[in-house]
């Protein structure tokens, strides 16, 4: 199912989770992820269902090999199939590369501010520090920096986003759907994005 797909059946979804909350007075908007440390700045994001576009590009020098080709592929596309408006295409920056990082960081996304606007300049996965562990966590260090490029902070719930190796998805979760959704949140968005959790 493509991204244009998903949201033609979310739209389509949309007038009857409005039904439900008007037969239910006491429900309400619960957001289910807690960003702990949500980065000050955001990406652009035009609203009105457009996408939120993250450019990506593998860095020149250290492209991602091996598993880490199909880690990002992987990656990627669970990010762009998730009912969210994210979707990283290629086009140049933040650049996705293997190399060596300091001891306790298997990953990072080096960003900055400018003015509102979060930039992302690189995203940097340590093959060395990751070495011993399985696949899955490799994929999950993949993903969960996928979605910093995206200005998304940690969480404690079960998501991607949330840290460590235990107990932790290799792809985004409900949880990390929801912190997209309400980091970028609009009156011009259809109703069913809010999370309903
Ligand atoms: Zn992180």
């Known amino acids: 199912m493509n991204k244009t797909a998903v949201r033609v059946t979310i739209r ?5 989770i409005l039904l439900i909350m008007a037969m239910f007075s006491g429900y309400k908007f619960a957001l289910s992820y807690n960003n702990y440390d949500t980065p000050a700045c955001k990406l652009p994001y035009g609203g009105g269902g457009s996408y939120l576009t993250v450019y990506w590009q593998d860095h020149p020098s250290y492209p991602p090999s091996g598993f880490y080709s199909s880690a990002f592929i992987n990656g990627r596309s669970a990010w762009n199939g998730a009912p969210t408006p994210v979707w990283f295409t290629n086009g140049g920056g933040p650049t996705l590369g293997l190399g060596a990082l300091p001891p306790g960081n298997p990953g990072v996304v080096s960003y900055s ?12 996965v340590d093959s060395g520090q990751l070495s011993s562990y399985p696949d899955a966590i490799k994929q999950k260090v993949v993903s969960h920096e996928l979605g910093h490029t995206v200005a998304l902070g940690h969480s404690y719930n079960y998501a991607v986003l ?3 190796a235990t107990n932790v998805p290799s792809y985004p979760t409900t949880d990390d759907e929801c912190a997209v959704n309400t ?11 809010y999370c309903f959790i």
């Open 12 to 16: 389509a979804g949309s007038v009857g």
């Open 113 to 124: 501010c400018v003015g509102q606007t979060f930039v992302a300049s690189a995203l940097w």
């Open 162 to 164: 949330k840290t460590g």
């Open 183 to 193: 980091r970028y949140i609009s009156s011009s968005w259809p109703a069913a994005w």
